[in-house]
């Protein structure tokens, strides 16, 4: 299998249109992480802080289900599971986009 490290970046936004301005996102890959992630991945997790402008910036490896958390500074939580490839959802990756295709 072919890993692929696929930027994600962005605003985050809740699926009830508010804007996060704090807090972080953190994927965590469903099961063991594909062999040859190395150092793409620590442990299956990638944590992804929200900046001030309330958007994310980094990387995750692809083909992979991820379960997804956002974690505002204002301690709501939302999570989801979804599957990315190197392909889908289109560049460039986004949180939305993630959750819309799933």
């Given amino acids: ?36 992630t190395g150092s793409m991945a620590t442990c299956g997790v990638v944590n992804m802080a929200i900046d001030e402008d309330g958007e994310i910036s980094g990387y995750i490896v692809t083909p992979g289900t991820y379960h997804i958390t956002v974690n505002t500074g204002d301690g709501f939580s939302f999570s989801f599971s979804a599957s990315v490839t190197e392909a889908s959802p289109a560049d460039p990756l986004t949180l939305q986009a993630i959750l819309a295709a799933t």
């Fill in 1 to 36: 299998m072919s890993l692929t490290k696929r930027a994600i970046t962005g605003g985050v936004v809740l699926p009830t249109g508010a804007a996060v301005e704090s807090g972080e996102v953190i994927f965590q890959l469903a099961g063991a992480p594909p062999a040859g």
